[in-house]
């Protein structure tokens, strides 16, 4: 049986060195709720595992310079426990979806885009808030923004060599409020049928601006550019008129039996989160 070589670097620096050595060689094990199973199949099989959960300084969050950056071993339960990310309800809304308890305590959001699953709940949650990602590697480090992330399915623009070092949330004004909702067949523990986030900024019962996001709709999470330019400058009542009998041109559905009900459903369920938003607002939140 082919050997395979374990690393748990204690700093960033040892990561990117490590990684810069493997290449595609390497695989990242952050939470291991994902990857461990198939490292378990051998349905991945690498010449280096690089556990990443022993650095400090990726588990940080903080704010600065206008934006919550996520640090990228940073867990589920951190983000539900920080004040800073508390300011984003679509994000925690997300989070609270994930798994269960046990997932939450190990499951990390930037396991989340690695997996770049078009369910993952956290994806679509950051893409609707306009998340940054940084990707680090040996010398340097580049920005990706979250609707830029997903190539294909299960495929990210992460290269060999590159970690997700932070994601990076720009903090909005209050008049901004986000949420997120998602159609599974169980409670907990299931993945999402559709889901759906928005961030959105209202004045006097007016939509200004809007982002939409949807996961389970085809290979990747999406944007809803469509519907976002359509519901600028709407009341809030013709906006939720308007969604619900939408069925945007991104959704990229083949199977048909899906994409019956998927097309059946998303409208209701961006008009709920597009209401729970707006409700935020109108009681005040941001
Ligand atoms: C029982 C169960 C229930 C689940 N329920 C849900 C659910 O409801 N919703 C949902 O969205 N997901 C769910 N998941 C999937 C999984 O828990 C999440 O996707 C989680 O966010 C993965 O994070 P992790 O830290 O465990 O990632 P890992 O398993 O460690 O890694 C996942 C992938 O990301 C890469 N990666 C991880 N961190 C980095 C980094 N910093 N830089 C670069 N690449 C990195 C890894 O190489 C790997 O390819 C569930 C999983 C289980 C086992």
Redesign the pocket.
């Known amino acids: 049986m082919k050997e395979t070589l374990y690393f748990g670097p204690k700093t960033l620096a040892e990561a990117l060195a490590l990684l810069d050595k493997y290449r595609d060689k390497a695989?990242?094990?952050?939470?291991?709720?994902?990857?461990?199973e198939k490292l378990a199949h051998r349905a991945v099989d690498p010449e280096a595992i690089v556990y990443?959960q022993g650095i400090p300084e990726l588990k940080t969050i903080k704010e600065e310079a206008g934006f919550v950056s996520i640090g990228?071993?940073a867990t589920y339960k951190d983000v539900l426990a920080s004040p800073l990310c508390g300011k984003f309800a679509g994000l925690i809304q997300s989070v609270r979806?994930?798994?269960?308890a046990p997932?939450r305590v190990?499951?990390?959001?930037?396991?989340?885009?690695?997996?770049a699953?078009p369910?993952?709940?956290?994806n679509v949650a950051l893409m609707a808030l306009g998340a940054r990602i940084v990707l680090a590697k040996l010398g340097g480090e580049r920005v990706v923004e979250t609707k830029d992330m997903f190539v294909a399915y299960c495929k990210t623009q992460?290269e060999p060599g590159?970690?997700?070092k932070e994601i990076r949330i720009p903090v909005t004004d209050a008049g901004t409020a986000s949420a997120f909702a998602k159609l599974a067949k169980r409670k907990a523990?299931?993945?999402a049928q559709v889901s759906a986030s928005v961030r959105l900024t209202a004045e006097g019962g007016v939509c200004k601006d809007i982002a939409i996001a949807l996961g389970a709709v085809g290979p990747t999470a999406v944007r809803v550019p469509s519907l976002e330019k359509a519901l600028v400058g709407k009341s809030i009542d013709a906006c939720l008129a308007e969604v619900k009998k939408a069925v945007p041109p991104e959704l990229r559905l083949r199977n048909p039996r899906n994409k019956q009900y998927k097309e059946a459903v998303v409208g209701v369920l961006i008009g709920r989160v597009l209401k729970a938003a707006y409700e935020e607002l109108a009681g005040g939140g941001k």
């Open positions: 695989v990242i094990v952050n939470g291991g709720t994902d990857i461990v990443i990228g071993t979806e994930i798994g269960s997932i190990v499951g990390t959001p930037a396991g989340n885009i690695g997996t699953v369910a993952a709940d956290c992460l590159e970690l997700i523990q299931d993945i």
